[in-house]
């Protein structure tokens, strides 16, 4: 069983708070943690239809026959039971740790626990397994393979191949939890927007072009996009918000929330694909800014992290802001050291003050002392986030 870095978190708030709700992603191991974490609860799973009868046939005798503490998982089927658990968390003021919820959708879910539960619970996000939690399980591996593996738990856990995970992931969860969402009346159309969704990773969000390469409407792609990001398969990384000046771009960039998932919408089927395919340098880029998101959400932490893009195209991959300072990270998939790779944040530093730091995250050792900028290696993105007081 490969330890979870969010179990920490979790456990705080469990001593914390009445109500504790884990979302994610599908099979991001929000069961097993929840269930390994507090064994001595009983669990249900609102996606049995057993227990959904039972749930809405009578919400009291439900919660009667099944007291606390009580795991229910996948919660957002059934919102309605959200206001029940309310009542029973205000008669009891002092006792924490009652329910823990798991969810994989966030509309739906943040909406209930908004709206009921709003003071009582406390939200833990965790994505799939992280570079850290693999490296303390035994099972580092190569650049190539995390990024042609991807990081969901059944990949370790239980062996199975990358090719069947994904085209499973697609086939049932993503159609499933998409069409919860948003009636999707063409799937082929779909399909190819995944896909061109894919070739575009790392790059800024164009709608128009890409409702032009499929054939459909502007607000249908901001209406699927949303719903890729409700359902985890994509994140979004914002523009430094803060003003300075129109010579920096407002729009934001996209990841795949799960880089195995964007090399499968890729077509790459082999690890030796990874480095000769035209979008190496976007792969690598993903699976890194994934990493700083997750170092910051299994800590409980909001993924405050930015990328900062003037119109000229000069861009600093990753800003992260500490107090009224900024962090930059330039992302490179070389192995090889280059005093070039700090020339976007030097050029940029001009029009940025309140830099605290300058950091280049690639495939070679680390060299935290360079001239104008440290060097490290992408394993080492968490250490280098906690030496610099972010998590």
Not at 262 to 271: A, C, K, N, S, V
Not at 320 to 337: D, M, V
């Amino acid at each position: 069983m490969i330890q979870r870095n969010a179990a920490e978190y979790v456990a705080r708030m469990a001593k914390s708070f009445p109500v504790v709700s884990i979302t994610g992603p599908r099979q991001s191991g929000k069961t097993t943690l929840a269930r390994t974490m507090f064994p001595d609860y009983e669990y249900l799973n609102l996606e049995n239809p057993d227990t959904m009868h039972e749930a809405t046939a009578d919400g009291a005798s439900f919660f009667r026959n099944h007291p606390t503490p009580l795991i229910l998982d996948e919660v957002q089927r059934m919102p309605e039971l959200l206001s029940r658990i309310q009542v029973m968390v205000d008669e009891k003021p002092s006792q924490k740790g009652m329910f823990i919820l798991t969810g994989s959708q966030q509309p739906r879910l943040k909406e209930g626990l908004s709206q009921s539960l709003a003071g009582r619970v406390a939200i833990a996000t965790l994505l799939p397994l992280s570079i850290a939690e693999l490296e303390g399980a035994e099972m580092e591996q190569t650049r190539e393979s995390y990024m042609h593996n991807g990081f969901m738990p059944r990949l370790y856990n239980e062996g199975i191949a990358p090719f069947d995970v994904y085209e499973n992931y697609l086939a049932t969860y993503v159609e499933r939890d998409v069409n919860q969402i948003a009636n999707i009346k063409n799937r082929r159309e779909f399909d190819m927007f995944l896909r061109v969704l894919a070739g575009r990773a790392g790059q800024l969000v164009n709608f128009q072009s890409i409702a032009n390469d499929i054939g459909v409407s502007v607000p249908t792609v901001k209406n699927w996009i949303s719903v890729l990001e409700a359902c985890f398969i994509i994140t979004t990384l914002p523009c430094y918000y803060r003003n300075f000046g129109k010579r920096f771009v407002k729009a934001p960039k996209i990841y795949f929330t799960d880089v195995g998932m964007l090399t499968h919408l890729l077509g790459i089927r082999e690890e030796s694909q990874i480095v000769r395919d035209p979008l190496f340098g976007a792969i690598f880029e993903n699976m890194v800014v994934m990493e700083a998101f997750k170092a910051k959400l299994n800590r409980g932490l909001p993924p405050d992290m930015y990328f900062i893009r003037d119109r000229s195209g000069t861009e600093v991959d990753l800003v992260a802001e500490q107090g009224r300072k900024l962090h930059l990270f330039e992302i490179k998939a070389s192995a090889s050291y280059s005093a070039d790779f700090t020339k976007n944040m030097d050029k940029l530093a001009k029009d940025i003050p309140d830099i605290a730091s300058r950091n280049v995250i690639y495939s070679g050792d680390d060299l935290p002392n360079g001239k104008t900028a440290g060097y490290f290696n992408f394993k080492s993105i968490e250490r280098l986030m906690k030496e610099l007081s972010l998590l």
